[in-house]
């Protein structure tokens, strides 16, 4: 049985590198192993149907709709003037802007794709004006937008507390410090990268009262979009609402914003918004059908089982296992987007990961800064293709600074996370989750 898992998986990788839609990739290999491996696709669709019915999945295609929402809604664009009003006369000040906003912007939408088509039409121009190259611009935004996979609410922290049955608040804040700390190592990589960049101009120089008055004008304007994550979060993680419910909420906030405060969302971009929202949420919904199917069948086989057993044939050191685990994701991350690869790996590695003894929580954490980073990382890469579409520049423009910031300030992190537990632990713990 094992050698038609394994020519499933031939057949899986075959099809995603000959660029065959997600959907029909995952759907083809279903079908495979219905009719080679004897699994009944009648009991499997039944159960496919009981788990997408769970009110925990109505969060996802929600902060999509609140995402693409607020993109349209000039939330970013407030906040960026905002943060521009501290950090604007700094040498490298606006590339800080730009991490710290795309991290903001994910507290909001919890979706990478949200951070750089938000903010990347208002950033990338701007710093542009301001001297940066156009291709590092581009890399930084682009690389700074999946911390909307890990500052919390994610999505994919939503799809794998659904799918592990673990706590999803406490899988929202094992992110947190590696969100956090990914900021930082990001912001310092580019203010001493701003230093050798002559061409950079510095807003001109204010008397204090004058500051003192932008800054006064530009907060009261840029309150509504501070306060739609304080209460989004705070709502969350003082029990008054439940993930989907925030999610709702962040729609709704969204709409009188976009409309009444902002102005920006009118009738006609309102409708495709929407309808943008629709489309992409009914793909993800197929998706996800069709690789939790696949990831139940592999389950049901007891994949889980020979993985573990092939891994303690090779080596019974925990240090050697995860760095495995984590270059196996990373190819994961790379061929396939950060929720598909959640719901086929987890359910797969978890059984692992538990005998080496390391907690459930902590191991979502290792999942989404890995998969996070397949965003921006070829063949895959939608995040990236997406970011360099939107900052007209090329390939060759944006890899190296894209490299740059994720071998220096991205892999420090993910290491970090995978070998200090307390990083993505500290915060469950205390709340009172661990």
Request: net charge positive; charged share 10%; proline share 6%.
């Amino acid at each position: 049985m094992l050698t038609i898992v394994l020519l499933d998986v031939i057949l899986l990788v075959l099809l995603l590198m000959l660029s065959v839609p997600l959907p029909y990739c995952f759907g083809g290999a279903l079908m495979f192993m219905s009719i080679f491996g004897g699994v009944s696709m009648k009991s499997m669709m039944l159960w496919a149907f009981n788990q997408m019915i769970s009110p925990i999945l109505l969060a996802s295609p929600l902060f999509v709709l609140a995402g693409t929402l607020m993109g349209g809604s000039g939330i970013a664009k407030r906040l960026l003037n905002l943060a521009d009003s501290f950090v604007g006369r700094i040498k490298g000040g606006i590339g800080v802007v730009a991490v710290a906003t795309c991290a903001f912007i994910g507290a909001i939408s919890g979706s990478g794709f949200t951070g750089v088509a938000a903010t990347g039409p208002i950033l990338i121009p701007r710093m542009v004006d301001k001297g940066y190259p156009r291709g590092y611009a581009t890399a930084l935004v682009t690389v700074s937008s999946i911390l909307g996979l890990l500052i919390p609410p994610s999505v994919i922290m939503i799809l794998y507390g659904w799918v592990t049955e673990t706590s999803i608040l406490a899988c929202f804040l094992s992110t947190v410090g590696p969100g956090l700390a990914i900021v930082v190592t990001f912001s310092i990589i580019n203010l001493i990268w701003a230093k050798k960049m002559p061409n950079i101009v510095l807003e001109p120089p204010l008397e204090s009262s004058e500051k003192r008055k932008i800054l006064l004008k530009r907060m009261r304007v840029a309150l509504p979009a501070i306060a739609m994550p304080v209460i989004i979060l705070g709502g969350i993680y003082g029990g008054i609402f439940t993930p989907a419910e925030a999610a709702g909420v962040a729609c709704v906030l969204s709409i009188p914003v976009g409309f009444f405060i902002y102005r920006e969302l009118k009738f006609d971009n309102f409708y495709k918004l929407v309808g943008e929202s629709a489309t992409s949420v009914g793909a993800i919904m197929t998706m996800i059908i069709f690789t939790l199917m696949l990831s139940q069948t592999y389950v049901m086989l007891r994949v889980p089982q020979a993985i573990i057993e092939i891994f303690f044939n090779l080596t019974d050191s925990k240090i050697i296992m995860l760095i495995i685990i984590n270059i196996f994701l990373f190819f994961v991350g790379m061929i396939v987007n950060d929720a598909t690869g959640m719901i086929l790996v987890a359910p797969l590695l978890l059984p692992l990961v538990t005998k080496l003894g390391i907690s459930p929580i902590h191991f979502a954490a290792i999942m989404g800064v890995n998969l996070a980073m397949g965003g921006v990382t070829p063949p895959y890469a939608s995040i990236l293709y997406l970011g360099m579409r939107i900052g007209k520049c090329e390939f060759k423009e944006i890899v190296t600074p894209t490299m740059v910031f994720l071998l220096l300030g991205y892999l420090p992190v993910v290491i970090l996370t995978t070998f200090i537990p307390e990083l993505s632990l500290y915060l469950p713990r205390l709340m009172g989750l661990l």
